[in-house]
Structures are given as C-alpha cells and as structure tokens.
C-alpha cells in the first residue's frame, strides 16, 4: 500500500468480510468481520453506509456535506482519514 | 470465588458453539476436553435455534459455529438459516472435512458470512501427521470453494515447534490461496496440547524468527490480508486476556448445552454448570454461580488484586491457572508476578535444549 493520498475519483466498498448492522443494545452502527467488531459514531455510520461501491469519495463528501451542513474542507479531511484507516486495515476496498 | 452479577461494561457479543466434540482429525493440539467423550451430541436442532435467539437477545453479535467439527451436524444449514435470520455475523470454524462444493454452496445460500479453514502446516505430509489423518489435499480444496463462492476465507494454523519455521511459506500459501485474514496462532498448552507440551513448544529463537517474518509481511499485506501472530503465554511474561475476561464477553455451549464462560472450563473443579435446556441463556448470564465465580475482580488473589493490569489481563486464564497449579483461583502461572511462574520458566528452559523430537499423543475418544 502506498502512502500517497488518496484520490478522490476512488470508489469505496465494504469489504465482503464486514457486515454493517445496527447494535440494538447501544443504538449504534457496529461493523462487523471475523471475530470482531468497530462500534462507529454517527459520522462513521453515515460514511460507511455510502461505501457500496457505486459512489466516488468527491460524491460521498458532497452527500455528506449537505447532509451535516458542514464546510465540505472539513467534511474531506474527516471523510478520507476514515476511509484510509479501514483501507489499512481491509476492511474498505476501493476501485479506480 | 465470587457471586458477581454482569456490571455494566459485560456485554455479551460472542456466542461460540460447539456443535459437536466428534471430528474427523484427531489434532494433537486439540483444545476440546480430554474427555470429550463425557459430552455426547444432547441439543437438537430446535434447542440449538432457542440458544441463538436467546443470545440475540442478549446482545450478541457473533456467532461462531464450531466443534468438533460443526460439518458433522446434518442441522448445519438449517442452524445457519436461523442464524443468519437473527442478523448474526455467523462464522464457520471447520477443518474442511467432510465437505462436499455443493454443501457449501447451500451454506453460503443459508446465510453464512465467513468460514475459518484450519491447516496444520504447508507440507503436505507434515499438515496430515499432525491432524492424525489424510486431510491436507482435501483442505486446500475446500479453501479454493470457499473463495470461488465469493465467502470471505480466513486461513487459522496453529504454531508450534515442529511447524514454526514454515511461517514464510504460510504466508505465501495464504496469498495463493486469496485468504483475507490469516491467522498463526501459537498453540495454546491446554487439554490435548499440554499432554505434548514436551513435543510442541517452540524456542525462544524459533519464536522471535517466526515472529520477525510475520511483522515485515503484516506490513506488506496491510489491507490485503488481515495477518495475526499470537505469541504463546508462555514467552510472554503477562497473562493473556482470556476472553476477554470471564464471562464479560463470550459465552459457549457445549455439545452437551453446558453454558461456560471458555472452551474448557467444564475441565475447572468445583463449579455448576447450567444446562441450556435447564435456564435460559439469559437467567445463566445473569445468576449462574459458574459465570459469576471469576467475574469481575473480587475473586482475586495477589498479586493481581494489586495489579494495574488487572483490568487489561484479568488474571489470566482460569483453566491454565488450574491445570498447572490445581488451584482455578490462582494467578496464571504465565505471569512473570505469579508465585508459580517456575512452573513456565522450567518448561522454557527444556524448550531450549531438547533435540530429540518426542512422540505426539493424538487425540482419542476415551470412553
């Protein structure tokens, strides 16, 4: 994996190992993949839940923009430090 | 011992089934009780879908479908169906045997989200001596199916000192074979494993070689294959954190419906076990006196009442502490604090010296 920033023309997708549900008992989105589990946060959840692959991360961040009513700046750099750390970690697979 | 109820922070989020203690191999390693045959098959299919609800009910998020060898269940897709109603994470933990393309094409159809194939080692002949059978061929076979039918694969070899200098080799088959998480995990000295103990437990040199070439491919592979190594308790001087802490996150059933905090504490003096067909798994979380004997802190001796990393270790692991001191309530002798840690220190020290390889007792039905 390089350390070259990622583009935005990536699209994102769950990898096939995850499975996004609601927890019941905390109210949260959890991601879950073999023998664990990544309780998100709001904003974790509203990102993950527009990574199916169909959508690029400029459009992503421009979705979520609008829907936080947030200065899309800010709305990028949270959106690709996420998205990096679960390609990291093979949780998020992108295709050009 | 204690009477502690659940705190706030115990969350069950791991139901582990064990299915069956009957399996094709006989793993010389083998971390089911060394009397497995005193926990015969009792849940029927229907018992096995009331103990899935009631756990999904507590909270529970993952299922692991284990055994034995969980294949073995004619119910194995209907258990999945109604696994994978409740929304589980459902996980099979398999050797591969026996299994045909065509059942795991209705496993997957059933709901199934990931399987786990186990492998003894990447020599043909040396996987097969270890699992006491012919099975290597047949298992890398399996893990090509469970990658065609678009499940994710995790590849799970157990280390030890006869296989420990193959990790490299480990890894390579793991690329070939698409794995998206590999785990190398090293044995685990309890039930059948510590009977070999002489025979399986690496060096320190062995260890720190194996562990050097899976850190420089875990770099690598980042977001390509998810690559674990576990070291051995025994070289680490702190306990591990045995499930994460008794009765805290897991719960188990046994063959027979016995409710347990780990794999093996049916093996612990002293304790009652509840019977799934007796109480609910809820009423078992929540008041039976086996979960609340080493939950939480009370039941601590020093030095781990004192300890700061009472919290991270727990103590250890109850079924070690008792199988190497005969006392369930003891500090896990693999800590470096613990007054029996010689009892680690000794069976290190012969790991360092000993060249001629020793024979392996494999795992039996004893009945």
Redesign the interface.
């Known amino acids: ?1 390089s350390d070259e920033p990622l583009s935005l023309e990536l699209k994102p997708k769950l ?3 995850t ?1 996004l ?1 609601l ?3 905390t109210g949260k989105y ?1 991601l ?4 664990k ?1 990544l309780l998100l946060n709001p904003t974790g959840a509203a990102i993950l839940k527009l990574c199916t692959g169909e959508q690029t991360l400029s459009a992503i961040i421009a979705t979520l923009s609008l829907e936080f009513q947030s200065d899309t700046e800010k709305v990028q750099a949270e959106v690709v430090a996420f998205v990096q750390g679960l ?4 949780l998020v697979q992108a295709e050009p | 011992m204690s009477d502690a109820r659940p705190s706030d922070e115990d969350r069950l989020y791991t139901l582990i089934d064990e299915l069956t203690y009957l399996c094709p191999l006989r793993c010389v390693y083998c971390s089911n009780p060394t009397d497995l045959a005193a926990h015969p098959d009792r849940l029927q299919t229907a018992d096995w879908l009331r103990v899935f609800r009631e756990a999904s009910e507590l909270g529970a998020l993952q299922l692991n479908l284990s055994g034995g060898e969980p294949l073995l269940r004619k119910d194995l897709e209907e258990l999945v169906e109604g696994a994978s109603a409740l929304d589980f994470y459902t996980n099979l933990i398999t050797s591969g045997l026996p299994l045909t393309r065509e059942r795991l094409v209705r496993l997957r159809d059933a709901g199934l989200s990931s399987v786990q194939v186990s492998l003894q080692d990447t020599i043909a002949s040396e996987s097969d001596r270890i699992a006491g059978r012919e099975s290597f061929q047949h298992k890398l076979e399996v893990a090509r199916w469970v990658k065609e039918l678009g499940l994710p694969l995790t590849l799970n070899i157990v280390l030890h000192r006869q296989n420990l200098s193959r990790v490299a080799e480990m890894i390579a088959l793991a690329e070939q074979l698409g794995a998206d998480r590999l785990e190398l995990a090293n044995t685990q000295y309890l039930a059948w494993a510590l009977l070999n103990r002489g025979a399986l437990l690496p060096s320190q040199a062995q260890l720190d070689e194996a562990r050097e070439v899976a850190r420089a491919a875990r770099e690598r592979l980042k977001g390509k294959i998810e690559l674990l190594f576990v070291l051995p308790d025994y070289y680490s001087d702190r306990p591990k954190a045995c499930m994460s802490g008794w009765g805290k996150r897991y719960l188990l059933v046994s063959p027979d419906g016995l409710a347990l905090p780990c794999h093996l504490a049916h093996t612990l003096p002293g304790l009652s076990f509840d019977n799934v067909q007796q109480r609910s798994l809820s009423d078992i979380w929540q008041h039976s006196s086996a979960f609340a004997a080493f939950r939480g802190e009370a039941w601590m001796p020093e030095p781990c009442q004192s300890c700061e990393r009472r919290a991270i270790d727990f103590g250890g692991c109850r079924c070690q502490a008792f199988h190497l001191t005969g006392d369930a309530a003891a500090t896990d002798p693999a800590c470096g604090l613990s007054p029996k840690h010689d009892l680690i220190v000794q069976a290190r020290a012969a790991a360092q010296e000993q060249l001629i390889p020793l024979s392996l007792r494999y795992r039996e039905i004893r009945r």
């Open positions: 994996m990898a096939p190992k499975k549900r927890d019941p008992k959890i879950l993949y073999p023998e589990g390609l990291d970690r093979g």
